[in-house]
């Protein structure tokens, strides 16, 4: 049985595909302001000058996207009271609250639309952090390691530009493929099998 905050992230990760294909079905871009969608130049800008069916279309769809994006907004407002999620520029961070292997992590965060989380920057350890802390549990990141032993990678690819080592970390030596969060933020080389708490990035 999923979990309250379960189901509002599967929502969300619904809505934006939604969201994401609605948009891509009309060559716009964005869902944000200035040029995007609900910029002069969106969807209101495209109208100008048309007329017949293409209108009646674009503005069912305009009023579409416009009720998506009130949706996201509150389920996103929930999360963020609850503690369960945290935005750092485009991404967004949140948790179901599980403790599962990494293996059942990464599965639950790929069907809800994201990855592990994967902090690239300070701020986005911080905000992985901020959602460690609120369960008081270790999590595990979207990074493994390579064939070669002592090299990490990030699930989608690429070399990791920031890191955040606990001393004398990675240690495995090829033993500990997985990498987990302390409290603290700092990262640890770890079993894949352990439990840990599921913290995905979209």
């Known amino acids: ?10 929502a969300i ?7 994401h294909a609605q948009c891509k079905c009309t060559g716009i871009s964005e869902l944000g302001t200035g040029s995007g969608l609900f910029g002069k130049a969106g969807v209101q800008g495209r109208l100008a000058g048309l007329s017949g069916p293409s209108v009646s279309l674009n503005t069912e769809l305009w ?7 009130h949706r996201i907004s509150r389920l996103e407002g929930v999360l963020f009271l609850n503690g369960k999620m945290r935005q750092v520029g485009n991404k967004i961070f949140a948790s179901n609250g599980k403790n599962v292997d990494f293996a059942s992590a990464l599965k639950f965060c790929e069907e809800a639309g994201g990855t592990l989380a994967t902090p690239t920057n300070e701020e986005e350890n911080k905000a992985i952090l901020g959602i460690a802390k609120e369960y008081n549990r270790y999590a595990y990141l979207g990074i493994k390691e390579s064939e070669t032993s002592g090299q990490f990678k990030c699930l989608r690819g690429g070399n990791l530009r920031y890191t955040k ?3 004398h970390e990675p240690n495995g030596k ?3 493929k997985c990498v987990e969060m ?8 770890k079993k894949c099998n352990l439990y840990r708490l599921t913290i995905c990035e979209f």
Request: hydrophobic share 40%; aromatic share 14%; glycine share 6%.
């Open 1 to 10: 049985m999923l979990s309250y905050s379960s189901y509002i992230l599967t």
């Open 63 to 69: 009023n579409v996207l416009v009720n998506l994006k």
């Open 182 to 189: 302390y409290t603290d933020g700092s990262w640890s080389d």
């Open 13 to 19: 990760a619904a809505l934006l595909v939604t969201c």
């Open 165 to 167: 080592w606990r001393s």
């Open 174 to 176: 090829g033993t500990e």
